[in-house]
């Protein structure tokens, strides 16, 4: 019996613990991917979908605002960005409206939401650049009916500039 032991702790008890610590190099790998290397890839696809237009892209217009025209800032800025600039005028749609939008609305401007994404559909738009100006429960309806459609980037108005702020469904 005593020859047992000391072959179990001469021989064994170290080989135990080599075996476990390697064992324990596959779980911080992978404890190390899922925690830090998920972000970073997230963060990278991310950062390419904002820069890259895709095939065939495409801009949405939604000015809701009573007084407001903001097509005009729209366009300015869609001149300085090469990206933009080269979208054609039959794949720029508007969708606008002169006063303010009550719930009595809600179902022509749903009708014309599904027609402006029908025709964007049928001009095979794979990138939609969403710019958006009125109540933010119609930027909820254009979320909802573009979810499963061609990627949609939202952009922001802020300081007289728009900014990019990247896909409506993240990674």
């Known amino acids: 019996m005593d020859?047992?032991?000391?072959?179990?702790?001469d021989w064994l008890d170290p080989i135990g613990v080599v075996l476990g610590l390697l064992a324990l190099v596959p779980i911080v790998w992978t404890w190390w991917d899922v925690v830090f290397g998920r972000r970073r890839r997230e963060r990278r696809w991310f950062n390419a979908i904002r820069r890259q237009?895709?095939?065939r892209p495409a801009i949405l217009i939604v000015d809701l605002l009573a007084g407001k025209d903001v097509r005009a800032s729209v366009e300015n800025f869609r001149r300085q960005q090469p990206a933009l600039a080269a979208?054609?005028?039959?794949r720029i749609l508007v969708v606008r409206?002169?006063?303010a939008i009550t719930a009595q609305d809600m179902?022509?401007?749903?009708?014309?939401?599904?027609?402006?994404?029908?025709?964007?559909l049928k001009a095979g738009a794979d990138c939609i650049h969403y710019f958006h100006a009125g109540p933010a429960?119609?930027?909820?309806?254009?979320?909802?009916?573009?979810?499963?459609?061609a990627r949609l980037l939202l952009y922001h108005h802020e300081a007289g500039q728009?900014?990019?702020?990247g896909p409506l469904r993240p990674a």
Do not use: C, M
Not at 87 to 90: G, L, M, S
Not at 137 to 149: Q, Y
Not at 162 to 165: G, I, L, P, R, T
């Open 3 to 9: 020859a047992l032991r000391a072959f179990i702790a």
């Open 53 to 55: 237009p895709g095939e």
């Open 87 to 90: 979208i054609p005028d039959e």
């Open 97 to 99: 409206r002169d006063r």
């Open 107 to 120: 179902p022509d401007l749903h009708r014309e939401l599904r027609h402006v994404a029908a025709q964007l």
């Open 137 to 149: 429960v119609v930027a909820a309806l254009v979320g909802a009916e573009f979810a499963n459609g």
């Open 162 to 165: 728009y900014s990019n702020f």
